[in-house]
């Protein structure tokens, strides 16, 4: 032992007992900061809704669906070298897991929920609106800024991340409104959503525009200075904590999404039943969805054997594994709602209303579930990189077994993985 390591553990055992108790408790919220920011920022909202609505003072359409994602991919763009977004481009597993989860398994399950909520709820205690809102939900891409900055946290391949989101939200435009209509159960209670606007052109406009100011154009100019300044970028991002900014945009993207839910009266229109229906499915269904692609990126054992557990069932790195945990399950409120007014223009207010609630606290939902599984896959990760270092490789398709944090991790070595 060391000096100053001796120094250190005598410290420590003459701090008395509720000193270090109090330390652990302040570190403890310190990294609750996420949830605590999401806690206060609703509270704003609700007090305070005319302040970050869409339209409101700060005018947040624009101050933060274009500043404070402008923010996260600069950020992006000045964190990830060239190479991995390139790499990323071309790996065909990663874009069709990502976008089959997305916009085929999703959908399909929910179209499943819903009209077993149909056949089991005759009486209409749970809102005709909600589920509509909810295919709708099913069917949009996967959220632009929160899936790169959680996966950035927990250590996953961001470079993946941004790859997918770049993909579906390009995709999304072109398919989710015609697949939303397509779902839609063919029952006289849905004739008012299946009637809708189809002039989509202001939509697509406004789509466009926002992916190319907010997401294309900083990624960009972050590249350019990472390329031009690369040892200075990397001093300043590890020395000011830059990266952390990103995660505090997401507090003011959760603050604009709940202003507009409070101030529009969408939550306050709906029942009990049907809040409480949609807050705790929205819960089930991200973490099953989760589950289900950390499954598909690293399948069990008895999936390994021949020809498909060598090409088809064959593990993903953990990296790309954490990129699609967040990808999949995720869904956007910055196509979500401008689609949903673009589609059903002719709609009631109040029933549009009612209808972006399930968008609106999903993606909310989202951002809170997702901050305890950083945590998760954060340690998940490092075993799984331990027992790779000590085995001398990667982790092939086998035996697993649950531990202790509720994920999985390798039991024995088989056949070695890679795109």
Known sequence: MTAETATTAHN???TPR???NTKKILLFILHQWLLIGIGVVCLLAYYFPN???HGGIIRSEYSILYGAMAVIFIISGLSIPRQKLLLHFTNWRLHILVQAISFLFIPSLVLAVVHAILAGDPEGRIDRAVLAGYILTACIPTTIASNVVMTRAAGGDDAAALVEVLIANFLGPFITAGWTITLLPETAEFNPWRNGNEDLSAMYRGVFKQLGLSVLIPLIVGQLVRWTWPDQTATVLQKYHIPKIGTGCLLLLVWSTFSSCFASGALQSLSAQSIVFVVCFNLVL???LTVVCFYLSRPPGFLCGGFAGKYIF???????????????????????IPLLYAMWAPVDLYLKAKTSVPVLLYTTEQV??????????????ARVKAKMD?????????REEMTGDGMVEPKDVGVDSGR
């Open 314 to 336: 064959k593990r993903i790195p953990p990296e790309e594994t954490i990129a699609v945990c967040f990808c999949g399950p995720a869904k956007s409120t910055a196509l979500g």
């Open 51 to 53: 302040v970050a609505k």
């Open 390 to 398: 000590l085995e001398g490789g990667e982790v092939g398709c086998a």
């Open 12 to 14: 420590h055992l003459s």
């Open 286 to 288: 991200y973490v099953f």
């Open 368 to 381: 809170c579930i997702a901050h305890f599984f950083v945590h998760l896959f954060r340690r998940w990760n």
């Open 18 to 20: 509720w000193k270090q």
